[in-house]
């Protein structure tokens, strides 16, 4: 079976304090914040970034299959894991496939990444919504987890390896969500209660019974799910030592879904001794649980930027506005043209720009072109271009502008000209920043988002961010 040689998380840089939701609304919403997709990302976007995370740590394994759950896809009808493999530049040889529409999912993808005997990269993510004033918009929150499994060797060894595994499952209707709904549903508290507390129990019985172990051993406790009452009492009835329940994030991120237990995961091997127990359990749609084992490989190649440190940052965006991002509240747009959709075939033709951002260097004279050319723009050498990916490599502003008139979600526009280490200049949109703050030499590096939506079809393409 696989392991984990490699692992991710990202959490966006927006933050909604619930006291707004009470401000608005004037009913509690409690305390904290929850994190914020921004307008241009979603849980594609989010995968990809999560999974750079992690593949940054493994340079010398190469995926051979992408696995992507998510419970609210970008796409239907259309493989969603493919623009994923596309931005992160995999080989085309590795499969890619989704496995959307549930939380469960996400359990289900990591799984058959562990089953799958061969490098596997398993990618979680959500962004989770709800109607004005109801708990899922209080208490969740937009996150991704990303996993690189494969078996132990020298160039990427195990850093945590699954010592057990069990499920519990049974048909019952708690939550659920009709296809072209904004939100889902959920049945009366207690029933999802009753049902759930002895599916997770079961299920993490059977899983220290398989590991060989009791839960009085188990280092570190991680329950989620989407049932906040359920997920309590299963962590309390687990047994564990004391200490071994960490701080859910509920606080700071919220529930992320699809991606709340591989983000808890991520979060708990930051910090992580070796030969470590860590005991999760999922509780969505029955339950499942698997036992991790660390190892002594884990201190050295632990995932950066750290949970942690992503929960430390943030700006803050107010309720009316992520309202707007989430398209409950339809605002007048700038009077411009509306964006035109984007053409499928000139998007396959540049595939390897668009959504791997891979520039050109001349053989001849070493400069760097964005977007790759043919003909070199320093010494004219025709078709001795080396192709190059530059999403990797770290910038600094040269020059920027504020644009107050162009069509967003979010104005005003930031763009900015940036110069790449080792050559190389391009002008894109910045993400994630305050205009007020903007300075020519602020280091920036590339993420990949989503431009806009125009006739169905969404734009993905890269901007560049404040260095994390």
């Not at 051979?64 to 759950?69: D, G, I």
């Not at 004005?132 to 987890?145: F, H, K, Q, S, V």
């Not at 910038?395 to 526009?413: E, K």
């Amino acid at each position: 079976m696989n392991g984990i040689v490699a692992y991710g998380a990202y959490v966006p840089y927006w933050r909604l304090d619930r006291a707004g939701i009470t401000q608005a609304l004037g009913a509690p919403a409690g305390r904290g914040t929850r994190s914020v997709a921004s307008h241009d990302e979603d849980t594609t976007s989010m995968a990809v970034e999560a999974a750079r995370v992690a593949l940054r740590s493994a340079p010398g394994v190469a995926p051979a299959a992408l696995y992507f759950a998510t419970a609210t896809p970008a796409y239907l009808d259309k493989t969603n894991a493919t623009a994923i493999h596309a931005g992160l530049d995999l080989d085309p040889a590795a499969a890619a496939f989704d496995m959307v529409g549930s939380v469960r999912s996400g359990a289900g993808a990591l799984r058959a990444g562990l089953d799958a005997g061969r490098p596997t990269l398993c990618a979680l993510a959500d962004v989770r919504t709800g109607l004005a004033g109801g708990g899922d918009e209080r208490e969740g929150g937009d996150a991704a987890a990303a996993f690189l499994l494969a078996p132990d060797g020298p160039e990427a060894p195990v850093l945590a390896t699954p010592v057990g595994w069990a499920s519990a499952t049974a048909e019952f209707l708690e939550r659920w969500r009709l296809p072209g709904d904004a939100a889902s549903r959920q049945w009366e508290e207690r029933f999802g209660e009753h049902v759930y507390v002895p599916l997770g129990e079961a299920a993490l019985t059977q899983a220290l019974k398989q590991a060989g172990i009791t839960a009085a051993g188990v280092d570190h406790l991680i329950v989620t799910g989407p049932h906040g009452r359920a997920v309590k009492r299963v962590a309390q009835a687990a047994g564990t030592r004391p200490g071994s329940v960490g701080d859910d994030l509920g606080g700071v991120v919220g529930n992320t879904g699809t991606a709340h237990a591989g983000l808890l995961l991520a979060e708990v091997l930051d910090r992580a001794g070796p030969d470590q127990l860590v005991a999760q359990v999922w509780l969505a749609d029955g339950a499942d649980a698997v036992i991790w084992r660390t190892t002594g490989a884990l201190a050295a190649r632990r995932a950066r930027p750290a949970v942690a440190a992503q929960l430390a940052g943030g700006g803050q965006v107010s309720y009316a506005t992520f309202l707007t991002w989430r398209g409950f509240l339809q605002r007048e747009p700038p009077r411009r043209p509306d964006p035109q959709r984007p053409a499928a075939p000139p998007a396959l033709r540049r595939e390897a720009w668009k959504f791997g951002f891979t520039g050109s260097r001349c053989q001849a004279c070493g400069a760097r072109h964005l977007p790759p050319q043919r003909v070199c723009v320093k010494c004219q050498a025709v078709d001795r271009m080396t192709p190059e990916r530059m999403a990797d490599v770290p910038a600094v502003i040269s020059t920027y502008t504020v644009d107050r008139l162009a069509y967003s979600l979010s104005p005003p526009v930031v763009a900015a000209v940036v110069d790449f280490e080792g050559g190389g200049r391009f002008q894109c949109e910045l993400a994630d920043v305050d205009p007020a703050s903007v300075k020519i030499g602020d280091r920036v590096e590339m993420t990949f988002r989503r431009l806009f939506t125009a006739g169905g079809v969404h734009n993905y393409f890269w901007k560049a961010r404040p260095r994390r």
